[in-house]
């Protein structure tokens, strides 16, 4: 029988969505599920964005630009101006979701065996990513009892070596939540520049920040023109998880013009997300003022219904819409496949995601779970006490 390769071996599952045969039975046995494993909002699209598509009277759906229309990535470079960015549209390539953005950013930085430092836990896909790429991951684990906040950098410093070439982070953070302060971009500013490395930052989570906080790009810090890459996406920001349109952004012309010879492979983004995508531009200022504030209420909601079980150490995110919570549990994989198996109350249960997933330390976050506050508030206190009463009864 041929042979799996050794990278497909070693690519590692989601832990976001490897345990959905075990919901897709709990639903077959009857029982509700409060789905808190994943990031997808309950937020409706932008009525604006829908409606581009419906109004569209193309005749032959063809192929866009490889690095995506013209006109968009104008409208693009508009709307970061209004964020204090200040880029132009052959600064960006569109790209299918901000997934394909990262490897592109990875494939035209890294060689195999090269190295990236990311500050963990983090996004899952940053490992796979990595493996697909046959590039190694050196994590700084930052911890809950700091809430997550970048690790000194010190930390940094010990970990680079020759085959260092740069350090990524997510801001705000997927999966804790945490918003990177300007002075905490400013001493990864200062790193990149001294050790001559490349800076990617995810920012799809932009706009959702909390407690009066605004979000800093590393775009807007000067001196990072030859070492920053920025990643984003439509996804989050309008709730259009599934039109998969993103950019990858960056004044380094020598990074652009590699990507692009990745974005031409491919051929095009998808036409019709563009369209969706560029409407979504225009969306009014209050429909962000509204959303924000239903998700601070939400977070506010889940956090303070965590902190009243027993054991159960939570960080308070200050942006994106997800929280890591460490459970009285010695391994919260099985716990999670348990709650969707053996237990429920009054028919309902509660799907997370296990936060193991999000490191690649071996051992750590095994008794953390993360969850998505993209439910309303109700179905938040209801997921949160099925929790509480899980554990009063869950054996290891």
Wanted: aromatic residues 10%; negative net charge.
């Amino acid at each position: 029988m041929p042979s799996i390769s050794k990278k497909g071996q070693l690519m590692p599952e989601s832990p976001i969505r490897k345990l959905v045969p075990f919901a897709e039975q709990a639903e077959k046995n009857g029982k509700s599920i409060y789905y808190l494993n994943i990031g997808q909002p309950d937020i409706k699209t932008p009525e604006i964005a829908m409606q581009a598509v419906k109004d569209s009277n193309i005749e032959v759906l063809a192929y866009s630009r490889s690095e995506g229309s013209e006109v968009y990535r104008e409208k693009i470079s508009d709307y970061y101006k209004k964020h204090d960015i200040t880029v132009k549209h052959d600064d960006i390539i569109v790209t299918t979701g901000g997934s394909e953005a990262l490897l592109f950013a990875f494939g035209s930085i890294m060689d195999v065996d090269d190295e990236i430092i990311i500050p963990e836990p983090f996004y899952a896909n940053y490992n796979g990513f990595s493996r697909a790429s046959g590039i190694q991951v050196v994590p700084v684990i930052s911890k809950i009892e700091d809430n997550f906040a970048l690790p000194p950098i010190e930390a940094f410093e010990k970990l680079i070596t020759p085959k260092t070439k740069a350090i990524l982070i997510c801001n705000p953070g997927n999966p804790t939540g945490y918003l990177y302060s300007k002075e905490e971009i400013k001493k990864l500013a200062d790193i990149v520049k001294k050790h001559d490395l490349f800076l990617i930052a995810d920012e799809v989570y932009r706009e959702f920040t909390y407690d009066g906080v605004s979000h800093y790009s590393i775009m807007q810090e000067a001196g990072l023109e030859d070492h920053a890459i920025m990643i984003d996406s439509v996804s989050k920001r309008y709730s259009m998880c599934g039109a998969r349109i993103g950019c990858l952004v960056s004044r380094n012309k020598a990074v652009i013009q590699t990507a692009l010879k990745f974005a031409q492979a491919r051929l095009s983004p998808p036409t019709l997300a563009q369209i969706a995508s560029e409407a979504a531009l225009e969306t009014p200022q209050s429909y962000f003022d509204d959303v924000k504030q239903e998700y601070t209420e939400r977070r506010n909601t889940l956090i303070t219904e965590l902190q009243k079980i027993e054991g159960v150490k939570v960080a308070k995110p200050k942006g994106a819409f997800y929280c890591i919570a460490e459970l009285p549990v010695k391994n919260s994989d099985h716990f999670a496949k348990w709650l969707l198996e053996d237990f429920d109350v009054n028919g309902e249960t509660v799907m997370v995601a296990p936060a193991a997933g999000f490191y690649s330390t071996p051992g750590e976050g095994l008794n953390q779970i993360r969850m998505a506050y993209v439910l309303n508030k109700e179905s938040l206190i209801k997921a949160v006490n099925i929790i509480k009463e899980a554990l009063k009864i869950y054996k290891d």
